[in-house]
């Protein structure tokens, strides 16, 4: 079930509430999507730029999560931005394949501010590797919903690598 921006703040956040409450609220949700085990968000992660030190505001061993309070046209592009470099310095599945991200906020409450910002996520979302998720348009990131868990598609490739490394490697004692 969609939720306006006020039904949602209001249901699942303090009030008032910040940037990091909604974060600690999704980290909630990964957590109860994924169960306990190895795949759990850090509380932390830190990248190390040229330039500087990044904290990823969310980051499991698959994806890299940028949440922002409100998903504006302006905040969607910055939140790119930051992903981007997270992706680019930050940890690789296998060393080599980019995590995968995810650009997290409520919906803007004025219309044409949410009508420009959903058209430029939908635009974004159609890139691979890349997701922008309006969380009170979402069920799936309401806390409690019981949703299905969806399994990462990069896990997928992960164990598929994983499985022809193995292979590859036992193939290659065998032949020597």
């Given at each position: 079930?969609?939720?306006?921006?006020?039904?949602?703040?209001?249901?699942?956040l303090?009030s008032?509430?910040?940037?990091?409450?909604?974060?600690?609220y999704?980290?909630?949700?990964?957590?109860?999507r994924?169960g306990?085990?190895?795949?759990?968000?850090?509380?932390?992660?830190?990248v190390?730029?040229?330039?500087?030190?990044?904290?990823?505001?969310?980051?499991?061993?698959?994806?890299?999560?940028?949440?922002?309070?409100?998903?504006t046209?302006?905040?969607?592009?910055?939140?790119?931005?930051?992903?981007?470099l997270?992706?680019?310095?930050?940890?690789?599945?296998?060393g080599?394949?980019p995590?995968?991200?995810v650009?997290?906020?409520?919906?803007?409450?004025?219309?044409?501010?949410?009508?420009?910002?959903?058209?430029?996520?939908?635009?974004?979302?159609?890139l691979?590797?890349?997701?922008?998720?309006f969380?009170?348009?979402?069920?799936?990131?309401?806390?409690?919903?019981?949703?299905?868990?969806n399994?990462?598609k990069?896990?997928?490739?992960?164990?598929y690598?994983?499985?022809?490394?193995?292979?590859?490697?036992?193939v290659?004692?065998?032949?020597?």
């Open positions: 079930m969609k939720l306006s921006p006020k039904d949602f703040c209001e249901k699942f303090p008032p509430w910040n940037e990091r409450d909604l974060q600690l999704i980290q909630r949700v990964i957590k109860q994924q306990m085990g190895i795949f759990q968000p850090p509380d932390e992660v830190v190390t730029t040229p330039n500087s030190r990044r904290r990823i505001d969310l980051a499991t061993w698959f994806t890299v999560y940028e949440v922002k309070c409100w998903l046209y302006d905040n969607i592009y910055h939140a790119i931005g930051q992903s981007e997270y992706t680019r310095y930050g940890g690789k599945i296998l080599v394949i995590k995968y991200r650009i997290i906020g409520v919906a803007p409450y004025e219309f044409k501010e949410y009508e420009s910002a959903k058209r430029l996520a939908e635009d974004f979302s159609n691979k590797g890349i997701k922008v998720v969380v009170n348009e979402s069920p799936e990131w309401h806390l409690g919903s019981g949703g299905n868990v399994i990462n990069y896990l997928v490739y992960t164990i690598f994983l499985i022809l490394f193995i292979v590859g490697f036992v290659a004692v065998l032949i020597k």
